[in-house]
């Protein structure tokens, strides 16, 4: 087949729906199907290459600083209709890309599938564009689309309410095996944030239980690692007020296992996810990961800790105090649940499996 993927940024920005994409059109090519990624272009980088197989477009937009995935390469529209494409398919609710590829779909007479990542739920001012989007933009690409694709079963009910049922797949994200590292964190020093650093994500709270932690536990460090979506100013500002020293970083994605390596526990307390590559990035590297019971976490994380699953799962800030302090003065008795979620997310998720499970989507479409 040929495979048209469209999303607003690609690698070597950084990002969950990012990687998705990337594996799943590496995936896809090296099944023999003809794959082209056209997103937004990134400073740095160049309009036309090939990668891993698939053939990357990259259009110069106009963005909004306010939202990581609200970029307007308007010129990638014409460009799709140029192409002669088997299968239109796009990521990521609150992108514009969904809509220009399922309009081009539209006029090409061609499947269009949309892939949802996590359902937003955003507060104060962002959740005027919310609703907007959510009545204006999306209804036009779901009902355009033949199906639509979802990483965590945890959106379908949401989206059951702005598309027909039947539509609707459920495929997980999947892992990398260059994510296994050893199983040592005993003389790690680093507390680890792995995302962008937006308020959506809720480091504030990592960042107040820091503070409350760093002079029990001398040589603790907190490391945070992301590009910044619009709240690094005032991370760093809570900083200071905290009396804390955080280490900001932003990490190509092919160095992250080792920055996994060197973490002793990694922490995501966001307010909405869907199935995050940073909790199967985390588990498969032997590391415990610490989360807010957001999305797909509550059916992974029984899956991958069976009943041990609530040592890792918290709901605010004296909860996630509680269980690293009980995680930081018993290491030795996390060893055997962290090294059993290893192997559990090692065989249960890998990228050909989600790459076959697309192609068979796209293959009943086509």
Known sequence: MKILQAVHSYPPSSGGVEHHVYHVSKELASLGNEVTVMTARDRGTKPEETIAGVKIRRFNSFDLTMFSSVRFPLNSFFAMLNEDADIYASHGYGSVMPLLASIAALIKRKPFVFTLHGYPDFKGKKRFF?????????????????????????????????????????????????????????????????????????????????AKLKNRYPGLTLKLVGDDDGAKSKLEELARSLDIHPIFSTVPYDKMPSIYAESKAVILPSRYEGLSLVWLETMSSGRPIFSTPVGEAEELFDQAYDKNKDLFIFDDENELAEKLSAFLDGQEKYKNIIEKAKYIVKDEYSWKNVASQTRAVYEELV
């Not at 609703?131 to 199906?147: R, S």
């Not at 609707?168 to 680093?190: A, M, Q, T």
């Open 130 to 210: 919310h609703c907007f989007y959510k009545y204006m933009i999306a209804p036009v690409f779901l009902n355009i689309a033949k199906k639509v694709i979802v990483v965590s079963r945890s959106n379908i009910k949401n989206l059951k309410k702005e598309v027909n049922s039947e539509k609707i797949v459920y495929i997980p994200n999947g892992i990398e095996g260059r994510f296994d590292c050893e199983l040592n964190y005993s003389g790690k020093n680093n507390l680890l944030y792995v995302g962008r650093l937006n308020e959506d994500k809720g480091i504030d709270v990592l960042m107040k239980v820091f």
